[in-house]
Structure formats: C-alpha cells, structure tokens
C-alpha cells in the first residue's frame, strides 16, 4: 500500500433536526473519500421524508470532485434514518456496515414482525465487515473496530489517527451511550470505551452526535486524551462497576428516541423503505408496549 496518509482530511457536517454528524473522509480534491453515518430526514408527524441533510452531503462531495468509495454505517441507529441508498444513487460507493449486524435485524424481525422475506444475513447492505478488517481508500488505511455494547453490532472506524466512535463516545461533557436497547450491555460498552481509549493520546476522535450541555456550542472532534481525562463517564480511574452501575440508572430514566421506531425499521434494511402494499404505499409498524 503506498504513501499510507496517517492524517486525513475529515469533513463533519451537522444536520441540528436529529443532532447528528455525518462525516466525509477523503484526502483532498479529487480524492476517493468515505461517507459515514448519513442522515435522511423524516418528519414524525406526517410520515414524510425529506433528503436535505443528504443533499449538503452531496453538495460538499461534489464540490470538491470527491469519488465515494464507501457509504459506511457504525451501527443501526435509532436516532436518524439512514441516506445510504440515496447517497448511493447520487454518487455512488458500496453500503458497509459491522458483520454483527445480523443479530440486531433478528432481534427486530421479531420485535416489528417483519414479513418473511425479510432476510437476517446482512444481505441488504454491500459489504459486512469483520472484526479489524482493513479498508484501502487510495491510500488511507482504514481498520474496522468493533465497539459493542451500545447495540451489539456497533463498529469504529479508523483512517489513519482519525476515529470515528458512532454512539460508543460522546463528547467529554456528555459521556457515553446508552445501553438499554435490545442487545446492549453496559459491561461491554465499558470495554469497548477502553479499547478505543487505549489508542495513542493524540488519535482524534470523531462523535456521532452532540448533544450540547449548558447552552455550549455544537462539537464534535475531541481526541484520545482530552476523553480520557474529562469525559464524565468514562475518565481514567471509573472503574467497571462504577460505570455499570452509573449507566443502569441513567438509562432506566431516559425516554424512547424520537425516532427509534422509524429509524430502526428502516436501518436494519440498510436505508431501504418495508416493501409496497397493494396500493403502492410503504408502511412503517408501530408495536404497543413493546419497547
């Protein structure tokens, strides 16, 4: 692999509807570039879906004459709809996603009963990738970390000293994810935060969202050593059963996502709308008292 490029240049664009970075990973004009965690908005009170967050998205890509190798997910979210397809059909790349992926569209199969030609194998996106597999992008090298715990198929991805955490971290004043989703465990997102923040001091850390305390402005680039010593969640010196037992009642208090019924049904099939009825319309469930 030549000239591997240990600094990339990294583009985070902010969509304020969901409080979600989407991130461009590319090296320059003209360079091939990844997407991560897009966002396709949706509006809640009338079903309608918009491609407004995508479209800047595409805007910025574009303007720099970027080729998209990738449309990468960390996970499948529950705060925000996918754009991959959208992105696909604009610019194009292939759709990656972790390999454990398929556990979390089981678990949904069942939860949303979905149709039976719904397929748990991970078939919907482009490529699954397996635990520290390695992406070329012209010369980035990117390596795929698995970071459980927030959901059990939640990926990092590293490009040179550039980490892209999805939910595993937030920013120092907000801490770390939740872990009562179907599959999550606060045990394993303490270690997942442990394997990242083991990466050398000045590695960059990118977060997936922001939601900013006290009026502070919207951030989302930290690094290895400021979460160490300031996240308050996870600084050194937590313990694991300190951050159990501190995660377990924080997330018995917290509410639903806006959007976890919508974004879940739809991310599980990699940014795919549940197949036409009849009429030619898509429909998304809403199970009672389930979650």
């Known amino acids: 692999m030549n000239q591997i490029k240990l600094r990339p240049d990294v583009k985070g664009i902010f969509d304020p509807e969901t409080w979600t970075v989407t991130y461009v990973v590319h090296q320059g004009e003209g360079s091939s570039c990844a997407i991560i965690d897009s966002v396709l908005n949706y509006d809640p009170k009338s079903g309608r879906l918009s491609t407004h967050a995508a479209d800047r998205v595409i805007r910025f890509v574009k303007g720099l004459n970027l080729r998209v190798e990738w449309i990468l997910e960390t996970h499948a979210h529950a705060d925000h709809l996918t754009a991959a397809p959208y992105l696909k059909e604009k610019l194009g790349g292939k759709m990656g996603v972790g390999d454990q992926i398929t556990l979390v569209q089981k678990v949904f ?63 120092p004043d907000v801490g770390t994810a939740r872990c009562d989703f179907p599959g999550g465990d606060a045990r394993t997102l303490y270690a997942s935060t442990r394997k990242i923040l083991s990466l050398p001091d000045e590695t960059r850390l990118f977060m997936c969202h922001d939601y900013p305390p006290n009026e502070r402005p919207i951030a989302f680039e930290t690094t290895v050593a400021e979460q160490k010593a300031k996240n308050i969640h996870v600084h050194d010196g937590i313990s694991e059963e300190q951050f159990v037992e501190m995660r377990t009642k924080r997330d018995a208090m917290l509410e639903m996502p806006v959007l976890i019924l919508p974004s879940v049904q739809v991310n599980i099939r990699a940014g795919a709308l549940p197949p036409a009825e009849s009429n030619g319309t898509s429909y998304l469930k809403i199970p009672i008292n389930t979650l």
């Open 109 to 171: 199969k069942q939860i949303f009963n979905l149709e039976n030609e719904f397929k748990s194998d991970g078939s919907q996106f482009d490529h699954l990738f397996s635990k520290d597999e390695v992406i070329d992008l012209e010369g980035i090298e990117g390596k795929i970390l698995f970071v459980p715990g927030h959901t059990p198929a939640c990926v990092a991805y590293q490009f040179g000293d550039a980490v892209f955490v999805g939910d595993t971290l937030f920013m």
